[in-house]
């Protein structure tokens, strides 16, 4: 077991959790801190990764919702309040320098999760992601982004929240015909994102090997006040 940090935020907009990732990655690449594992949630959000094609967004001109182009894998996606979104940054270096390996641990760490609450999820051949059966319907999105062997962006596991936006404002993941659903669907009652939180950093923590020390954020997403820290992130 190696040691790592945890930081569990709230609502967190978009970009700001992004400038987290990145200072933290840094961080992370030249062990100033260890393996880091954020969970949060965002406002509404429209990501589009970097093999988004433009007749996948279809968001209404009135919807309240932001578009941020990312430098992840994949295709578009959607996050809101009511979804756990989860940012391992990782060294590889430490966990197979493998990244097919690496996004299907993530999808591990989620089945692990599901099962925690007593719902049974399954990988699809040839789709990365979590899902249930049958019908397929989605439960779970991944990207992720590995530069010099550090991971940034990671999963969105939908919790409670409305599922319409993924096929009525975008065509989530590029996959048409897709149907996402939620936990709180498949249980038949309402599940809050902290009622899922310590399973997920259990999960985290049992396939990558880490025993994770939670960090104090009460001052929100910024950086915690160490001095190598705030010199990484000033940069």
Not at 95 to 115: C, M
Not at 144 to 165: E, I, K, Q
Not at 194 to 206: C, G, M, S, T
């Amino acid at each position: 077991m190696r040691q790592g940090y945890l930081l569990s935020l709230g609502e967190t907009p978009y970009v700001e959790a992004w400038e987290l990732q990145r200072s933290l990655a840094a961080a992370v690449q030249q062990d100033a801190i260890p393996d880091t594992v954020v969970l949060l949630e965002h406002p509404p959000v429209v990501t589009i990764g970097r093999r988004t094609d433009e007749d996948e967004l279809h968001v209404p001109d009135a919807a309240s919702v932001e578009l941020v182009e990312t430098d992840r894998g994949g295709k578009s996606t959607y996050h809101a309040p009511g979804q756990l979104v989860c940012y391992p940054i990782l060294d590889l270096n430490r966990h197979g320098r493998d990244v097919k390996r690496y996004v299907r641990d993530l999808e591990e760490a989620v089945i692990r999760t599901l099962v925690a609450h007593g719902i049974e999820g399954h990988r699809i051949d040839g789709l990365t992601g979590v899902w249930l059966e049958e019908p397929p319907r989605k439960i779970c999105s991944i990207g992720v982004h590995v530069s010099r062997w550090v991971t940034t962006h990671g999963y969105a596991l939908n919790v409670d929240l409305d599922p319409a936006p993924f096929t009525d404002w975008i065509t989530a993941c590029g996959l048409e015909d897709a149907a996402f659903t939620t936990m709180a669907r498949e249980l038949g009652r309402p599940i809050a994102v902290d009622d899922v939180r310590p399973a997920a950093a259990d999960a985290l923590a049992e396939v990558f090997e880490l025993e994770l020390e939670e960090l104090p954020a009460e001052d929100g997403a910024g950086l915690w006040a160490q001095p190598v820290h705030e010199r990484i992130g000033a940069r």
